[in-house]
C-alpha cells in the first residue's frame, strides 16, 4: 500500500500544485515509485507543468464512466519514477460529482501500487476537498506568509476538524445535532473552541465527547510554507498554529520552509518541474530536507510520538545557510 500526500492550502495561487509537483520529483529522484494525481477538479494544470499533453484519459473519464478503472490511468512522465493522473480532462462538472463518486474514487486510489501517491488539491473548503484531504490524518497545506494564507488555511482546517468530528457521530444522532447547532451558534457570534463543544456533548453524551477528542489528536496536518521572503515570516506560522491549538484544539506539524524562487516562473514557462531544470536552485534546494523528513516520518516507528518540529527554527536554520 502507498503512503498518500494530500496537499490543499485553502487558497488560491499559494503553490499547491508547484510544491506537489516538485515534491514528487524529489521523492522519485530518491527511488521511490511516485505518482502525482490531478485532483484540482475545474482547476487542473499538473500536466501542462509536466510538459503533457492533456488528451490522455484521466479522472474526468473515470467519473463519466468511461472508463471503468484507475490504474489504467497512470501514465508515465519521462522523469524516472515518476507517474501520473490526470485530472478532469475539461469534462465540465466534475467537481460536484456526488459522495459514493467520491468514496469509490478514494477507495481506488489507496490501492494503487506504488511508494508514494501525491494528491494535488483544489482551493477552497468544500466537501470534497476535505474529504480527499482527510483520506489521512497528516495531509500537507501549504501557505504563504501573507495573512490572507494564513486565515484561509485556518478556515480550512476549521472545516477539517468539523468533518473529521461529524464523521465520528452516527447520522442523525444526538452527538451529530448538537455539533451542528454549535457551529451554527459559532456563526452567531459565540465562538465556542471545538475543545467546549467536546465539553458539551460529553455531559449530554458520556464518554462520546472525550472518545472524539481522542480521535482529533490523531489529526497532525502538516505546513509547509512557500513563497518564503524574510526571517519575519516565522510570526505567520506561529500565528496559525496557536489558532490552531485554541480554536481547534490541534497540532500542526511545520515541515518547510520554501523561499520565493524566481525558478518557478522559468520553470512553468519551459513546462518542466523546477526541480528538474534548477536542481541547484534554492527552491528545489530547500525542498530536500522536507522531502526527507517526509521519507523519514514513515520510516520511524511510531509518527506520534515525535515532537512536532519548531517553526521558528526551521525558518531560522533556512536563513542561516542562506542569509537574509
Ligand atoms: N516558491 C515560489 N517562488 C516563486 N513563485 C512561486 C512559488 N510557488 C508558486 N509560485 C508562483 O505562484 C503561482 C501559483 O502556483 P500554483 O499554481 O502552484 O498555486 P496553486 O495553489 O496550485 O493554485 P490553484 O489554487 O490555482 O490551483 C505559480 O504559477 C508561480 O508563478
Ligand atoms: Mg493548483
Not at 65 to 82: A, E, F, Y
Not at 185 to 198: N, T
Not at 290 to 304: D, F, G, H, N
Given at each position: 500500500m502507498s503512503v498518500i500526500i494530500p496537499v490543499a492550502g485553502g487558497k488560491g495561487g499559494v503553490g499547491k500544485s508547484v510544491l506537489s509537483l516538485n515534491l514528487s520529483v524529489a521523492l522519485a529522484s530518491q527511488c521511490k515509485q511516485t505518482i502525482l494525481c490531478d485532483l484540482d477538479?475545474?482547476?487542473?494544470?499538473?500536466h501542462t507543468m509536466l510538459?503533457?499533453?492533456?488528451?490522455?484519459?484521466?479522472?474526468?473519464?473515470?467519473?463519466?464512466?468511461?472508463?471503468?478503472?484507475?490504474?489504467?490511468?497512470?501514465?508515465?512522465?519521462?522523469?524516472?519514477?515518476?507517474?501520473?493522473?490526470?485530472?478532469?480532462?475539461l469534462f465540465p462538472g466534475v467537481a460536484n460529482m456526488d459522495f459514493f463518486t467520491k468514496?469509490?474514487?478514494?477507495?481506488?486510489?489507496?490501492?494503487?501500487e506504488c511508494d508514494y501517491l501525491i494528491l494535488d488539491l483544489g482551493a477552497g473548503s468544500t466537501h470534497n476537498v476535505v474529504d480527499f484531504f482527510l483520506v489521512v490524518d497528516n495531509g500537507i497545506i501549504v501557505v504563504t506568509p501573507e495573512i490572507t494564507s494564513i486565515l484561509n488555511a485556518y478556515s480550512f482546517l476549521k472545516s477539517v476538524v468539523y468533518?473529521?468530528?461529524?464523521?465520528?457521530?452516527?447520522?442523525?444522532?444526538?452527538?451529530?445535532q448538537i455539533?451542528?447547532?454549535?457551529?451554527?451558534?459559532?456563526?452567531?457570534?459565540?465562538?465556542?473552541?471545538?475543545?467546549?463543544?467536546?465539553?458539551?456533548?460529553?455531559?449530554t453524551l458520556p464518554g462520546e465527547g472525550y472518545e472524539c477528542l481522542k480521535g482529533m489528536q490523531q489529526l497532525k496536518p502538516r505546513i509547509i510554507m512557500n513563497m518564503g521572503r524574510n526571517i519575519q515570516n516565522s510570526e505567520m506560522g506561529k500565528r496559525l498554529q496557536q489558532l490552531a491549538?485554541?480554536?481547534?484544539?490541534?497540532d500542526l506539524d511545520f515541515i518547510g520552509y520554501l523561499p520565493y524562487d524566481e525558478c518557478i516562473q522559468?520553470?512553468?514557462?519551459?513546462?518542466?518541474?523546477?526541480?528538474?531544470?534548477?536542481?541547484?536552485?534554492?527552491?528545489a534546494q530547500s525542498l530536500i530536507p522536507?522531502?526527507?523528513?517526509?521519507?523519514?516520518?514513515?520510516?520511524?516507528?511510531?509518527?506520534?510520538?515525535?515532537?512536532?518540529?519548531?517553526?521558528?527554527?526551521?525558518?531560522?536554520?533556512?536563513?542561516?545557510?542562506?542569509?537574509?
Open positions: 477538479f475545474g482547476g487542473a494544470n499538473l510538459g503533457l499533453k492533456n488528451n490522455q484519459n484521466g479522472l474526468g473519464h473515470y467519473i463519466n464512466k468511461l472508463v471503468s478503472d484507475i490504474p489504467s490511468l497512470v501514465q508515465s512522465t519521462g522523469i524516472p519514477n515518476l507517474h501520473f493522473i490526470a485530472g478532469d480532462c468514496q469509490k474514487i478514494i477507495r481506488e486510489l489507496q490501492k494503487l468533518r473529521f468530528c461529524y464523521r465520528q457521530f452516527a447520522p442523525k444522532s444526538a452527538g451529530r455539533l451542528h447547532n454549535s457551529i451554527l451558534q459559532r456563526l452567531e457570534g459565540k465562538d465556542f473552541s471545538f475543545h467546549q463543544i467536546m465539553q458539551v456533548i460529553e455531559t491549538q485554541n480554536k481547534l484544539s490541534i522559468y520553470s512553468i514557462a519551459q513546462r518542466q518541474p523546477a526541480a528538474v531544470l534548477y536542481p541547484q536552485s534554492l527552491f522536507v522531502s526527507k523528513r517526509i521519507i523519514s516520518a514513515q520510516t520511524t516507528a511510531s509518527r506520534l510520538h515525535d515532537a512536532p518540529e519548531d517553526f521558528d527554527d526551521i525558518v531560522k536554520e533556512f536563513y542561516s545557510q542562506h542569509g537574509n
